[in-house]
C-alpha cells in the first residue's frame, strides 16, 4: 500500500501552550487508522494540524509526497483532505440539502455533484428524506450523518473524523460505526479520534495511543485491544 499521509516529529499548540510533542504517524491508502487516549491528549488537535486549522510549529506534513505545512487551510480540501469537526459544526439554519452542496464547493467536486449527492444518499438514506428539513431541528445522530456526508461531498482522499460518536445515544452510537466501516469498505482511506476504545478498535487496522501530546503506543488493532495497559487503563477491564 502506497502512504497517503505522513506526520514527521510535528509539534504545536495554542497561545504558547504546547499540546503535541515531536508526533509521527503514518496512513497508508486504504487504510482506516485510529488515534485513541485519553480527554486533552492531544488529539483533536492532532487532526486540527492535520487540515491546517492549527499551525505545526515542528515537523512536517505530507499528503501523497508533497509537503503541505505551509498550505493555507482552504486549500487543504483541494489536497483531498476533508475534516468532520468534533461537535459537526452544522450550519443549522440551512437544510440538509444546502449543508450537503456547501461540501461540493471545490470545482472537482462541482463537477461531479449529483454523482455525489447520489452517493451520499445511498450512505445514508435518511438524509434524502430529511432534505428539506432544517439541519439545527434534527437528532445528534442525523445532524452527524449530515457532517459526514457534506465531507463525502468533496470525495475526498483521506477522512479525518473527529469523535464521531460523542453525544449520541447508546443505540446510535452502534449505528454510527457501521455507518463508518461501510465508508471504510467503499474504499475511503479514514483517520478517525474517538473515546470509545473499544468499538473503535473494532473497525480499524491499526492504532495509535496518544497520552500527554506523544505516541506512546502504535500497533495492529487486534494487538492492541488485547494489550493489558490499554484493557486496564481505557477499558476498565483486566
Do not use: W
Not at 485491544?225 to 481505557?234: E, K, V
Request: with cysteine; net charge positive.
Amino acid at each position: 500500500m502506497t502512504t497517503m499521509l505522513e506526520l514527521k516529529y510535528v509539534s504545536a499548540g495554542y497561545n504558547g501552550l504546547k499540546a503535541l510533542f515531536g508526533v509521527s504517524i503514518q496512513v497508508k491508502a486504504g487504510e482506516a487508522v485510529a488515534v485513541v487516549g485519553p480527554n486533552g491528549a492531544g488529539k483533536t488537535t492532532l487532526l486540527r494540524v492535520i487540515s491546517r486549522l492549527v499551525a505545526a510549529t515542528e515537523g512536517s506534513l505530507v499528503m501523497q509526497g508533497r509537503s503541505y505545512e505551509d498550505l493555507p487551510a482552504h486549500e487543504v480540501l483541494a489536497l483531498g483532505i476533508a475534516h468532520v469537526p468534533e461537535g459537526r459544526r452544522l450550519f443549522p439554519k440551512l437544510t440538509v440539502l444546502e449543508n450537503l452542496r456547501l461540501g461540493a464547493y471545490i470545482p472537482s467536486a462541482r463537477a461531479q455533484y449529483e454523482d455525489r449527492l447520489a452517493f451520499v444518499y445511498s450512505l445514508f438514506p435518511r438524509l434524502h428524506d430529511r432534505a428539506s428539513q432544517l439541519t439545527g431541528t434534527m437528532s445528534g445522530g442525523e445532524q452527524q450523518m449530515c457532517a459526514i456526508g457534506r465531507a463525502l461531498m468533496s470525495k475526498p482522499k483521506l477522512l479525518l473524523l473527529d469523535e464521531p460518536s460523542a453525544g449520541l445515544a447508546p443505540v446510535m452510537v452502534q449505528s454510527m460505526f457501521e455507518m463508518i466501516r461501510q465508508i471504510r469498505d467503499a474504499g475511503f482511506t479514514v483517520l478517525i479520534v474517538e473515546q470509545n476504545i473499544q468499538q473503535v478498535l473494532k473497525l480499524v487496522d491499526r492504532a495509535y495511543l496518544l497520552e500527554a501530546g506523544q505516541i506512546r503506543r502504535s500497533g495492529a488493532a487486534a494487538e492492541m485491544l488485547q494489550s493489558n495497559d490499554i484493557r486496564q487503563a481505557y477499558l476498565g477491564v483486566s
